[in-house]
Every structure is written in C-alpha cells, then in structure tokens.
C-alpha cells in the first residue's frame, strides 16, 4: 500500500511525520516491508511481511475492541448528556417550589 493511500485509511488525523516514524519502527521490527522502486517521482510500498502476518488475527480482534470501544464511548456520552439535562430541569423545578 502507498504512503498516502495508508495514511487515508487510517481512522483519525495521523501527520506524515508520525506516519513515517511509526512505518519505519515496524519496518525495524520486521512487521513491515518498505519496497522502494527508486523512480522519480518516488514509489514506496509498505506491506506487511510473513512475520508481520502472524500478528494480524491481534490485530483484527483489537480493531474489532477498538471499534465497539469508540461505540460505547459515543453511548456513554450521549447518555451523559441526557442526564445532566434531566439533572438540571430537575433543580430548575426545586429552585421554583
């Protein structure tokens, strides 16, 4: 996958800074392969190696906690909210007795 092609798919706001830094930890790690075809303009293609493989049924299931995780947090919040709604018209009535 090319550089921005990953970068838009990435959930959330990720600079190329911090893209190419993390990219290039996992390709010291020997998650990742960097496949640079060394044209002008430059082509570089991540992916992941056999290695790197290994990991992915991980990391499906913690993109899977992540993804019900954010869910909750938005139901959380919703619910929050309709609470400190429910409080606040609940003092408004005592301020009035």
Same mark, same amino acid.
């Given at each position: /996958? =090319?550089?921005?092609?990953?970068? @838009?798919?990435?959930?959330?706001?990720?600079?190329? =800074?911090? %893209?190419? =830094? +993390? %990219? @290039?930890?996992?390709?010291?790690?020997?998650? #990742? +392969?960097?496949?640079?075809?060394?044209?002008?303009?430059? =082509?570089?293609?991540? @992916? %992941?190696?056999?290695?790197?493989?290994?990991?992915?049924?991980?990391?499906?299931? /913690?993109?899977?906690?992540?993804?019900?995780?954010?869910? /909750?947090?938005?139901?959380?919040? +919703? *619910?929050?909210?309709?609470?400190?709604?429910?409080?606040?018209? *609940?003092?408004?009535?005592?301020? #009035?007795?």
């Amino acid at each position: /996958m =090319r550089f921005n092609e990953l970068r @838009r798919e990435i959930d959330g706001n990720i600079s190329s =800074r911090i %893209l190419s =830094r +993390e %990219l @290039r930890k996992l390709v010291e790690d020997g998650l #990742v +392969e960097r496949i640079d075809y060394g044209t002008v303009p430059p =082509r570089v293609e991540y @992916r %992941l190696t056999q290695y790197g493989q290994t990991a992915s049924s991980f990391l499906e299931s /913690m993109n899977k906690w992540n993804l019900a995780h954010k869910q /909750m947090n938005a139901s959380k919040s +919703e *619910m929050d909210e309709i609470l400190n709604k429910e409080e606040l018209n *609940m003092n408004n009535h005592k301020k #009035v007795d």
